[in-house]
């Protein structure tokens, strides 16, 4: 029996999506690497723009948004070369407020405008249905912006080349999750990349780790939360178990989009930074911080926090400033006034750390100020996942044993003897425990080390591929659950 190339694609692209753990994406994205790496330097800007493009505009759902990108990239390029060329201060502040304003008004368009109406009311502004955002707007948009303004400060120079600039709004890796990639960090890489077998190594374990963390871990995790959601009275350690499945859920969800993401930008040339650090070792809110979504948090840091003032200010302006950031952060992550109080609440503990509790925390023990900051991050969490105040209320309180039936009962006792492998392997994929061990034990330069290596990400690529595979399972998780 001969099977063409059309049977072939078929059998891809049926029932397909290409989200980024789909084996459509994974057969994109190793063609669209190995097209790079054969094609001449000249022509690998032109290439990426294409692929990029051609990535954003597979979801027939998204494709008549592509004209959003294309005005944010063109509009944002021509600001730029005029800030950059332009002398007159007046002329200037004009280009950086077009490029600025327009990057706000689609986010305020596409993503906020039903919490604007639900606000104000729908005789000032109606409320849209099914109105859908382009893929990878806050990125694309918070890239686009830290660009001009970047310009304007005379940090960077302004790029002359559209297909340069465009491949760096649009690159696909770091489209859909991140992490925020400034125009400052890539911009010689965008001229000229070195490609080399040993960066393509680095970069394709880094992307199997991801993957492994997304797949074998993220993705079973949600469905524990699933299971939970759809289970009927619960007791207090069952509604405990589903905020800790939640909480190692999103980090191995949004740190291995951002491993995989990072790991494709080295096989292209491109070196981004690290977006996660074992946030869940932090011994307070401030070091959490630090290490959760680091380039979401420089992004605010520098572009809004230290422009207010920062914290060379007084006391209250320095309060005031850290509120707007804080509720700039819960906007960013969803529009909802539950994303709103989330921002907020860890914006207030922040603050108390920084004021009142500074010196009692100094004297605390290590152990003891870990524990104080996971329960926060957890019960912040609850917050996040909460459709609506009434939600975040009624599981916090269950939590703590107002209302449960039980503090633990068969339903529960059954959850954790059939999940407890998966929650002490998330649990200790939270540390650096299992990277020392694989960077000492398994990877080396020797051949035996360099073999196991290759074995191990082999087997770890052999382990997503029936969950990769699976229509319902895939179905399942790029639904809204």
Request: glycine share 8%.
């Amino acid at each position: 029996m001969t099977i063409t190339w059309e049977q072939v694609l078929a059998f891809l692209c049926e029932d397909q999506t290409m989200a980024i753990t789909s084996l459509l994406f994974l057969a994109f994205f190793a063609a669209v690497a190995l097209i790079n790496y054969a094609l001449p330097r000249v022509l690998r800007p032109y290439f990426l723009l294409a692929a990029s493009y051609g990535f954003f505009c597979y979801d027939p759902v998204n494709r008549p948004l592509v004209w959003v990108i294309a005005a944010a990239t063109v509009l944002t390029w021509l600001c730029g070369l005029i800030i950059g060329k332009v002398r007159a201060k007046p002329v200037r502040v004009l280009a950086l407020a077009a490029s600025v304003g327009f990057g706000i008004g689609i986010l305020v368009y596409y993503k906020y405008w039903n919490l604007l109406a639900d606000t104000v009311g729908g005789s000032i502004l109606s409320h849209r249905e099914n109105l859908l955002a382009p893929l990878g707007l806050s990125y694309f948009t918070f890239a686009a912006m830290s660009y001009t303004i970047d310009v304007y400060r005379g940090s960077v120079p302004a790029q002359k080349n559209l297909i340069n600039f465009g491949a760096y709004v649009a690159l696909f890796p770091q489209l859909i999750a991140g992490p925020i990639v400034r125009y400052a960090d890539i911009a010689r890489e965008l001229e000229h990349r070195e490609h080399s077998w040993e960066n393509a190594a680095v970069g394709l374990r880094r992307f199997l780790v991801g993957l492994g963390k997304k797949v074998i871990l993220a993705d079973n995790f949600a469905l524990l939360i699933r299971l939970f959601r759809q289970s009927g009275e619960k007791s207090v350690l069952f509604y405990w178990m589903y905020a800790v499945a939640f909480t190692l859920n999103i980090y191995f969800d949004f740190s291995g989009y951002s491993d995989m993401a990072i790991g494709m930008a080295k096989l292209f040339g491109f070196d981004f930074d690290a977006n996660f650090d074992h946030p869940y070792l932090s011994a307070s809110l401030t070091e959490f911080w630090r290490r959760w979504h680091i380039s979401l948090g420089r992004w605010f840091r520098d572009y809004v926090y230290i422009p207010l003032g920062g914290s060379r200010v007084s006391t209250p302006k320095c309060i005031r400033n850290l509120l707007i950031v804080w509720i700039l952060t819960g906007l960013w992550h969803g529009a909802s006034w539950t994303f709103v109080a989330w921002g907020l609440y860890h914006g207030i503990l922040l603050l108390l750390e920084k004021y009142p509790l500074k010196g009692i925390l100094a004297k605390t023990p290590s152990p003891i100020r870990h524990i104080l900051t996971l329960l926060a991050v957890i019960v912040g969490w609850v917050l996040f996942f909460s459709p609506d105040f009434s939600s975040a209320i009624f599981y916090l309180g269950r939590m703590f044993g107002t209302g449960s039936r039980a503090f633990w009962d068969s339903t529960a006792k059954y959850y954790f003897a059939a999940n407890w492998k998966l929650l002490v392997l998330g649990i200790l994929g939270c540390g650096p425990w299992i990277r020392t061990l694989y960077r000492h034990l398994v990877f080396s330069r020797r051949s035996p080390g360099l073999v196991l290596s290759a074995l191990l990400l082999i087997g770890i690529f052999l382990l997503c591929v029936p969950y990769m595979t699976n229509a319902t399972y895939q179905s399942f998780l790029y639904a809204q659950f």
